[in-house]
């Protein structure tokens, strides 16, 4: 299957430089939101494979929920990385018992899973609407968990950091606030005709990671500008996950594109993996090169 036939909202790219049939021989493994109508009944996950970022195995089912699992709607945004010993994958599912979104933790001993879960329900607060926590390891080895405070509960959408215990398993302290969407200098209030009476900023999709040359700490999230949805970039002030965060000007992707995430390919390409256009059944995954100059990431022309 090419990436033009493939349905997939959130993409996110593990390369595995010894998964390939031959020893030696590299597998991508691609996880997202896959259901066909990510809206509603919520189905599980399913991932593919590939050699080469063009041609795709799959679909494998990666996660199926059992009959008791605490969500049936809404499976948002698989992220899974080798840790410990096992693979881990973050996901967001809408919670029956509150209606509120979570992130929660999944674990497998094999990237094509099956994932079964391992935290007990979202690791993210009990009572928020929150989605799309990633992962991220500090220079302490300390784990932490991003994600976004939904705009639907909050209006100004929150981009938020927690502490996570060694295992992944449950969060530690107390969530920080990292920035909220109307900080950024590319954002336009989003509108909503669920919310039309409030002024809504959207957050979404946040990803970290760090520049091979000067080891700058950077963080994707996507947002709206006049309605269409874009993805942004910041930079960590301090190298830490606590910022004070710096908004680059303009958005890096403005397309209808976004909740993106980077990947090294095997022959060290820095990669951004999103989907566009961002209309169910439409969406597709594309992969893009980046480049950083004059400390300033940006597509490579």
């Not at 189905?43 to 063009?54: I, N, P, Q």
């Not at 008791?68 to 919670?95: L, Q, S």
């Not at 927690?162 to 954002?187: H, K, M, N």
Request: contains cysteine.
């Amino acid at each position: 299957m090419e990436n033009h036939n493939l349905q997939i909202r959130d993409p996110f790219v593990l390369p595995l430089a010894e998964q390939g049939l031959e020893q030696g021989e590299g597998l991508y493994y691609l996880y997202g939101s896959t259901d066909s109508n990510i809206w509603g009944t919520g189905t599980g996950f399913d991932a593919y494979t590939s050699k080469d970022l063009e041609h795709w195995e799959g679909p494998f089912p990666v996660f199926r929920p059992e009959a008791d699992f605490y969500a049936k709607r809404n499976f948002w945004a698989p992220e899974v990385y080798a840790y410990g010993g096992k693979y881990i994958m973050f996901a967001t599912f809408r919670r029956t018992d509150n209606d509120l979104l979570g992130t929660a933790v999944l674990a497998s001993p094999h990237p094509l899973g099956p994932f079964t879960p391992y935290s007990e329900g979202p690791v993210t607060p009990q009572d928020w609407s929150s989605l799309d926590g990633t992962l991220y390891i500090d220079k302490q080895s300390q784990p932490w968990m991003v994600f976004c405070h939904e705009w639907q509960q909050i209006r100004d959408g929150e981009v938020c950091a927690i502490r996570l215990t060694e295992d992944l398993r449950s969060a530690e302290g107390e969530p920080v606030t990292l920035f909220r969407a109307s900080e950024a200098p590319w954002t336009t209030p989003f509108e909503s005709k669920r919310y039309a009476d409030q002024l809504n900023y959207v957050t979404d999709g946040p990803f970290l990671f760090r520049s091979s040359n000067d080891d700058t700490l950077y963080l994707l999230w996507a947002s709206f500008i006049n309605n269409t949805y874009a993805l942004g970039i910041a930079r960590s002030g301090s190298g830490e996950v606590t910022g004070p965060w710096i908004h680059q000007e303009e958005a890096l992707y403005q397309n209808d594109g976004g909740h993106a995430m980077v990947f090294r390919t095997f022959g060290d390409k820095l990669m951004l993996a999103i989907h566009t256009p961002n209309q169910t059944p439409d969406e597709r995954p594309v992969f893009l090169e980046l480049e950083e100059s004059g400390g300033v990431m940006r597509m490579k022309e």
